[in-house]
């Protein structure tokens, strides 16, 4: 067996040192690098592995795959979370000055008037103007104006009652109820802005005008006594009027002569009026 062993041995030797013999090439200087011949040893022990062909992907398959991941990408994403969001707050700096004692009281005494005054505040006026007016139906607009032109219709007719009551009192006792038609038609005729009464006569003797004219405000004071008793507030007794006869000069004019020409005309009896009456008595005693 021991020598079976070294014969196998000794053709294994062999078989290398032929090998090498037959792989290796001798350089003329013998100048071979170690690397090179273990190289040489290594390729022909083993063999050398097949090359691997790459396959270059072609453009569709490409696309597929891209269009593959998007989708897995998509569906993935499920929106933007409320929760994990961070919101970043916006923070207002305003830089003002301190307010001094004068600016305060100055405040003070614009909020102390307008509380006074009697009327509303700016600011409710400008809110209630801007307030958006509220769109009603067309059926609701026609019934708000029938209704509104009944109720103005009543209060005409009731302003008229109570105006013409006391010629209704009358009209019972008295036998001519034309005549109190036609003061009825006068006042209304005065309401709507007639200056005169149909019933005031032009021309009339004195006494009479005078008379009517006292009895008048006899009338009047006698209806302003009785609601003054009874509690009742009347209108304000309307003033006398200045008479317009005397007519309004200009400056320049003179109050005595006339002017005529850039000249001064004075008559016998404006200078009577300048001398006076001493002038009359010197006159006639002489």
């Known amino acids: 067996m021991l020598g079976k062993r ?5 053709v294994a030797r062999r078989q ?7 792989g290796q090439t001798i350089s003329p200087d013998g100048s071979d690098n170690d690397q090179d011949v273990f190289r040489r040893y290594f390729e022909s022990t083993f063999e050398p592995l097949p090359e691997s062909e790459k396959v270059k992907p072609s453009s ?5 795959e891209e269009n593959e991941v998007s989708d897995e990408i998509e569906s993935d994403w499920e929106g933007l979370s409320e929760d994990g969001a961070n919101v970043t707050a916006i923070q207002v700096v305003e830089h003002k000055t301190a307010p001094t004692t004068s600016d305060r009281r100055e405040d003070e005494r614009q909020q102390y008037k307008s509380f006074m005054t009697s009327k509303p505040p700016k600011g409710a006026e400008q809110a209630s103007r801007k307030m958006p007016r509220a769109h009603k139906a067309e059926g609701e607009d026609e019934e708000e104006e029938q209704s509104e032109a009944l109720n103005l219709k009543h209060d005409l007719d009731l ?8 010629l209704l009192e009358k009209a019972k006792s008295s036998a001519d109820p034309g005549s109190h038609r036609h003061k009825a038609i006068d006042m209304r005729m005065q309401t709507l802005g007639s200056k005169d009464s149909l019933f005031h006569q032009q021309r009339m003797p004195a006494s009479h005008r005078r ?3 006292a009895k008048a405000a006899s009338k009047e004071a006698m209806r302003r006594k009785d609601a003054k008793e009874n509690g009742i507030i009347l209108e304000k007794a309307a003033g006398k009027t200045k008479s317009a006869s005397r007519r309004d000069r200009a400056v320049d004019v003179p109050a005595v002569g006339k002017f005529r020409g850039g000249t001064l005309q004075l008559s016998k009896r404006d200078l009577l009026d300048i001398q006076g009456p001493g002038s009359r008595r010197r006159k006639a005693g002489r």
Do not use: F, P, T
């Not at 569709?60 to 597929?64: A, G, L, T, V």
């Not at 302003?159 to 006391?166: A, N």
């Open 6 to 10: 070294k014969r196998d041995v000794a």
């Open 211 to 213: 008379g009517i004219v």
């Open 159 to 166: 302003q008229r009652l109570l105006k013409e009551s006391h």
């Open 60 to 64: 569709h398959d490409s696309d597929e």
């Open 16 to 22: 290398n040192e032929s090998s090498l013999e037959q």
